[in-house]
């Protein structure tokens, strides 16, 4: 956490990385980051199957939110299911169809999985006669069983003539990239073969991370070269890469630990006496 001193040194108020995203503008995107959320919207009117795939802070929420904020300011007719269940291990077929017949009527879910699913296709298909497309999201969808994957093609396959009735998005953590690997779940192949996948890159260089704090920062009518310099953020982006035992670099900076760090590099500055946080004060971390 930023420490009180930290505020008062950079002339802030707020912490610039908690709430930070409360409408679209906030949110920061990349190119990559760009066509997932355009993807997200297409597959959601078109009828497709998506898995939304990043590592622990890599923003696959604000992309969701993003996405749906972008459906609702647009005008489009996509009603959103999300199942409320917490343990999405405990998801099965029923949670599926209570959550389909709750958040596209006011009906009552019927007792028996022979009525369910008939009473799903029958508000799928009135709703999608009167303009409405449907998309089916579940988000930390790396704790589905295989069997409930295996099953979600049978809800992707309801159409009202040639107009699939639900587009299904799946966003999760990368274990569930090996659950969707057809090699290690043969059984879920229905699903595999068909599934989209999206991955999240990583704010690799010290271009990308600058890019990101002048969102964050300029959201509070702060200039970012006032707070951290573009060595600084080069030396952020060099902080966030790790090597392989084989000897390959990778990158972990995603949103959730830059932010972080840079709470810490605003911390270390004030402690230091810097006017502002650079590379020898992100070194000294």
């Known amino acids: 956490m930023l420490q009180m001193k930290t505020f008062k040194k950079f002339g802030l108020v707020q912490d610039p990385f908690s709430g930070d995203v ?16 355009e993807y997200l919207l297409q597959a959601a009117k078109a009828g497709g199957m998506v898995a939304l795939i990043g590592e622990s802070g890599s923003g696959k929420t604000t992309i969701r939110r993003y996405a749906i904020d972008r459906m609702t300011a647009e ?7 999300t199942p409320r269940c917490v343990d999405k291990t405990r998801i099965a077929t029923g949670t599926i169809c209570d959550a389909i017949i709750n958040d596209c009527s006011t009906e009552t879910p019927r007792r028996t999985q022979e009525a369910k699913a008939r009473q799903v296709e029958r508000i799928l298909t009135n709703s999608s006669r009167s303009g409405y497309n449907h998309v089916l999201m579940i988000e930390e969808a790396h704790d589905l069983s295989v069997q409930t994957l295996k099953y979600l093609k049978r809800f992707w396959e309801m159409e009202d ?3 699939k009735l639900l587009s299904i998005v799946l966003i999760g953590q990368v274990e569930l990239k090996a659950k969707l690997d057809e090699s290690k779940n043969w059984e879920a192949r229905e699903v595999i073969r068909r599934m989209e996948i999206l991955e999240l890159a990583p704010l690799g260089t010290g271009a990308d991370v600058a890019a990101y704090l002048d969102i964050k920062f300029g959201r509070l009518g702060k200039d970012r070269k006032a707070v951290i310099d573009d060595s ?3 030396a ?17 900076a995603y949103p959730l630990l830059i932010n972080n760090w840079m709470r810490r590099a605003m911390n ?14 992100v070194n000294a971390l």
Not at 239 to 247: A, E, I, P, V, W
């Open 22 to 37: 409360a409408k679209a503008e906030d949110v920061y995107l990349t190119d990559d980051t760009r066509f997932v959320a």
């Open 236 to 252: 952020l982006a060099a902080k966030l890469r790790r090597q392989t035992r084989n000897g390959v670099i990778y990158s972990v």
């Open 232 to 234: 600084g953020c080069e």
């Open 161 to 163: 003539g040639f107009k």
């Open 75 to 81: 005008g489009e007719k996509v009603r959103v299911i």
């Open 268 to 281: 270390e500055a004030t402690e230091l006496g810097a006017d502002f946080v650079d590379a020898d004060v």
